[in-house]
């Protein structure tokens, strides 16, 4: 599976993005997705996930209510979509995939064994 992030970008305080997962070499409809970021000189974070059939979703606290992820099995993409924005938030946006992952293990960066490359998201005071 490759996967293809985009829609990071510069952004004002309190703006909105929405970043897309593209998957291409097998479906992703039945792989857990996730979204983590990594800001500069911290350590790579979890943002979000959704099991294949969205029947399970998590965010980190710092992003609940804010952020949302979704996905379209039949397009093979998964979004989040950043309201309220924070310059907090500024980090390499990156998405990962994995075919087993339980939900206890949806935050944890070792349970998914797909990633993509990142895209920018930096948000300005």
């Known amino acids: 599976v490759q996967l293809q992030a985009s829609g990071g970008g510069l952004v004002q305080a309190g703006g909105s993005l929405r970043l897309s997962c593209v998957a291409s070499?097998?479906?992703?409809?039945?792989?857990?997705v996730g979204w983590f970021r990594q800001a500069p000189g911290k350590e790579r974070e979890f943002v979000a996930a959704?099991?294949?059939?969205?029947?399970?979703?998590k965010y980190a606290d710092s992003v609940k209510g804010r952020f949302t992820i979704s996905r379209d099995n039949a397009k093979n993409t998964v979004y989040l979509t950043m309201n309220s924005l924070r310059p907090e938030d500024t980090a390499v946006y990156s998405c990962?995939?994995?075919?087993?992952?339980?939900?206890?293990?949806?935050?944890?960066?070792?349970?998914?064994?797909?990633w993509g490359q990142g895209t920018q998201v930096t948000v300005s005071s």
């Open positions: 070499g097998r479906t992703v409809s039945r792989l857990t």
């Open positions: 959704t099991k294949w059939n969205s029947n399970s979703i």
């Open positions: 990962a995939a994995g075919p087993s992952v339980i939900q206890s293990q949806m935050t944890s960066q070792t349970a998914y064994y797909y």
